[in-house]
DNA sequence: GCGACAG
DNA sequence: ATCTTGTCGC
């Protein structure tokens, strides 16, 4: 693969990302999880979309597709390694949501377009990127206290949020994916937080994604 | 040149 | 991401 190309490519369709709120339905009726693991020594590439309804956050779809993995991992071009299952996975979801959490950065990346913008582009839907570790930008140091945030700063601009989610985790990494603000991004991932450090969303999709031993004991076939 | 570096 | 059990701390 071509570094250069895919570096133009991410210049070009980042210019397409939606920064702004854009909801046909606020607030959502359906909140969507995604995230993607792997398998037979990283030759497999295993997404998975869980649906929530909200304000209930009950799990009440989930999607698991398999593919052949396309592309080695090189930090800043995750998305190219990581949509082609997302999107198999997608097409399988019979009720599409309202809004998408993305395990990974949305605007936050170097050319501001991380996998959550990506694909949010790509199944024009509203995004929003969680990710547990940082890949650009600073910030201030964080209060011990949950709920304690930092603006996340790259280039002089705000490209999404560091956010302690909860009492002595490390903070997670918010950035608006695709048709959503900064701060509607905070919002959406507060307001889906229920006592654990991840948000349902992404909490239910890492699960299944990874294969926790929690979801072969509930049953859910992967 | 040196360090950083989503999953 | 993945290989993997118990264990220390709140």
Redesign the pocket.
Known sequence: MDIQALKQEQTTRAAEVVRADDFDVMPPRYIAGA????EQGGEVTRAALVLLEYPSLKLIEHRVARIATTMP?I?????FREYPALLAAWEQLEQKPDLLFV???GIA?PRRL??ASHFGLLVDVPTIGV?????CGKFEPLGDEPGSRQPLIDKGEQIGWVLRSKK?CNPLFISPGHRVSNDTALHWVETCLQGYRLPEPTRWADAVA?NRPAFARLGIPL
């Open positions: 995230d993607v693991g792997f991992y930090p800043g071009f995750l998305s395990d990974g950065q990346h991380g996998v990710a547990k570790r940082r890949l002595r990874s």
